[in-house]
Each structure stands twice: as structure tokens, then as C-alpha cells.
């Protein structure tokens, strides 16, 4: 797997790349995967009904037993809230609390169309091999936010990820921000001669482990996905359906266990149990400080102007040799703020 981190000023870019032989990272196209899992809880006796409408939890004696689809009650042992990020009935119904605007982003996705060949020859591909490419810094002005590119058989994955706090105070609409990036020189070469195929947004929770609701589970309900608000963004990668998939497994262990009383249980104890048990669980612990981290406006200005200067001057062919690199460095460090880079460095240490 080709994986690389790539930081952007608006005319440059510093790419730090590593190709891991044997390594394994796996994107998803949810417009494949979704109807594929679909046909696969349909093959185990499992009704789907993709067309109707749920406007309410049904809730009997403090219990939520079924939910409102119009005038039909479905009734249910046990409820699953996985409505996604944007989670009105369980904020409806005062299960969860409405997230802060840091602690989501919106995710704006295109696929484009490309061949197979040209992807291998562009992104120096063989073998099914993939490539992941994450950019940051100049993304959403100088505010948080980063982008991605991601390889696929016959496309190309392109998108941008800004938390809701940055788009408020952007001065471009989030519609072109993505414009913008694809115009970026060091994106356009990636992305020409191919076709947009499809096009959508995405609401992200990324506030990490404390984002989450404190109660996620209760009598007759839980949640999953991200609904529980599980995806973990790293800074230099962001774990979304890996970690919503390690929920789901908690999840179905609780309600397997659940279903073997004959009373309705209180489903928080033993899902939290199954939960800290958990990948999910050890992920979130892990990076939990990382997205207050995230929040410092230097990472997405100063760091990307820092590394480009640098580089700029060590690869300098003019009329003079290039300086000691102490001093190169030194020079650059003073001029973009060496006391605040140094705060980066040190909360980054504290954090990870």
C-alpha cells in the first residue's frame, strides 16, 4: 500500500510517502458495499425496508419497544439507532445531546472514472496495489480541515473533510472548496482525463472518545456507527468503517446475550462491557486528545509554509551552496515562530 501525507500552501506541497510491502489498508465504496451487506442480512432471514420513513421511537412504560413509520407501529425487542451522524430521533427523543460544531465535519466526495492502467502508471501502482493520499493545510483557508485521495480498481476516491466550526467561518463556500483543491498543481496531474461519476456529502463525527455520548445504550435501545460517534480521525489517517464495524460486533454480542433472558434488559452495562473490550475501545483511549490537537490553527499555515521553505532552499540550485542544515533550519524556525512550533511539537508528544 502506497499512503502518504501531503502539506499544502497555495501554490506548493511537502509529501511525506511510505510504501509498505505486505501492508494492508482498505478504503470502501459505500454505493458497492451497502447493497452488498443488504443482500447478505437478506440471505439470513432478515426483512429490509429501505423505503420507509421511521418519525419516531415507540416507547412503552419508559422503554423503547418498536419505532412509528406513519400510522404502522413496528414493534421490536430491542431497537438499533443507526441513522448516522446527523442523529434526530435519538436526539429527539433526548437520548443523545447535539454535538459541538469542532467535533463534526462534513465530508464532500466525488468518484472519478479512470482506467485501471492509467491508475497504476500515475500513482506508480502494480500487483493490486492501492494508494491513499491524505492532504492537509490550505484545505479550508487557514482553518482545520484536510482532503483525500484514495485509489480504487477503476476509480479514484477525491474528497475534502471540514468540521462544521471551519465552514462557518470560511470565507469560501464548502461547494467550491473542493474546486479549489482539485485546481491545486499538486491534484490536477492526479485527477485529469478522468470523469465524475458520482457526487455526494457526508456529515463525520470526529470529536473522538469524548464526543461520544455518555449513555449510548439504554432499555430496549443502542447505537452504532455513527450514531455513537466512533470514527476516529488520527491526523495522519481517518478510521471511519473499521471502527463503526467493531461497534456493530459489540452491538450484536450484547443483543445476543440480551435476547437470552426472558425479561427486557438494560442494555448500556453489558454493551459498555463488550465496547471496552473492544478494538474501538483501545483506538479511542488512544487518540483522545488528538482532535482538540487538530484545533491548532499552525498545523494547516504555518507547518505547510515551514516545510515548503525548507525544502525550497535545501534543493536551491543558484549561485550559492546551501547553508549548514543547523542553520537552515534555525533560520526557518525563528522566522515562522519558533516558540509556537514548539508548543505543536510538545502537545503532539503529550498526545501521541
Known amino acids: 500500500t502506497h499512503e502518504s501525507l501531503s502539506l499544502l500552501t497555495p501554490d506548493g506541497v511537502t509529501t511525506f510517502s511510505s510504501l509498505q510491502p505486505g501492508g494492508e489498508s482498505w478504503s470502501v465504496l459505500r454505493a458497492r458495499f451497502d447493497p452488498w451487506l443488504v443482500a447478505e442480512a437478506e440471505k439470513e432471514g432478515i426483512e429490509c425496508i429501505p423505503g420507509a420513513t421511521v418519525d419516531a421511537l415507540y416507547e412503552e412504560n419508559g422503554r423503547v419497544c418498536g419505532v412509528i413509520c406513519g400510522d404502522d407501529i413496528l414493534r421490536a425487542r430491542y431497537v438499533v439507532l443507526a441513522e448516522g451522524a446527523n442523529s434526530v430521533l435519538a436526539e429527539r427523543h433526548g437520548l443523545v445531546t447535539r454535538p459541538a460544531g469542532e467535533a463534526m465535519a462534513l465530508g464532500i466526495k466525488e468518484v472519478l472514472s479512470l ?20 492532504f492537509s493545510g490550505g484545505i479550508c483557508d487557514d482553518l482545520p480541515g484536510g482532503a483525500f485521495l484514495y485509489t480504487n480498481q477503476q476509480t479514484l476516491s ?13 470565507r469560501v463556500p464548502a461547494s467550491e472548496l473542493l474546486t479549489r483543491f482539485k485546481a491545486h498543481p499538486a491534484v490536477r496531474p492526479l485527477i485529469k482525463n478522468t470523469e465524475s461519476l458520482e457526487y455526494g456529502a ?28 466512533s470514527c476516529v480521525n488520527t491526523g495522519i489517517s481517518v478510521r471511519g468503517m473499521d471502527m463503526a464495524l467493531t461497534g456493530a460486533q459489540a452491538a450484536a454480542q450484547t443483543l445476543i446475550s440480551a435476547c437470552q433472558h426472558r425479561e427486557p434488559q438494560n442494555l448500556f452495562p453489558l454493551y459498555h462491557h463488550n465496547v471496552e473490550r473492544s478494538l474501538l475501545w483501545d483506538v479511542l483511549q488512544r487518540y ?29 540550485q543558484g549561485d550559492k551552496p546551501v547553508p ?25 508528544l503529550r498526545c501521541l
Open 288 to 316: 483522545q486528545h488528538v482532535p482538540a490537537l487538530l484545533q491548532r490553527p499552525g498545523w494547516y499555515r504555518t507547518w505547510p509554509a515551514l516545510m515548503q521553505d525548507i525544502s525550497r532552499d535545501l534543493w536551491d
Open 115 to 134: 482506467e485501471t492502467s492509467a491508475i497504476e502508471e500515475r500513482f506508480h501502482l502494480e500487483n493490486n496495489e492501492g494508494a491513499a493520499l491524505l
Open 202 to 229: 457526508h456529515l463525520v463525527p470526529e470529536g473522538g472518545l469524548h464526543s461520544m455520548p455518555v449513555q449510548y445504550a439504554g432499555n430496549g435501545w443502542l447505537l452504532v456507527g455513527d450514531a455513537l460517534r
Open 324 to 348: 549548514p542544515l543547523r542553520q537552515l533550519f534555525w533560520h526557518h524556525l525563528r522566522r515562522h515562530g519558533l516558540w509556537h512550533l514548539a508548543g505543536d511539537v510538545i502537545r503532539s
Open 158 to 170: 477525491l474528497g475534502i473533510v471540514c468540521p462544521l466550526s471551519s465552514l462557518t467561518q470560511s
